[in-house]
């Protein structure tokens, strides 16, 4: 799963990180997945599968 994770920040493009209060978005349009991270514990909060529309979604 770790390895699933880290591929993923890697191959999603860096206008698509969002921080927003304490947490930081990653929306990864190609695997239609948003990513959930809190920025001072570097803890996955959680991974959501989008659909279309949430894919254009911004947080």
Known sequence: ???LIYTI???T???NFQKKGKNI???N???NIRLTINSFTNNIITADKLNK???T???
């Open 53 to 55: 529309t949430q894919a």
């Open 57 to 59: 979604y911004n947080v």
């Open 13 to 15: 493009e860096k206008s």
């Open 29 to 31: 349009k190609k695997r």
């Open 1 to 3: 799963m770790e390895a």
């Open 25 to 27: 978005y990653i929306i």
């Open 9 to 11: 920040i890697l191959e």
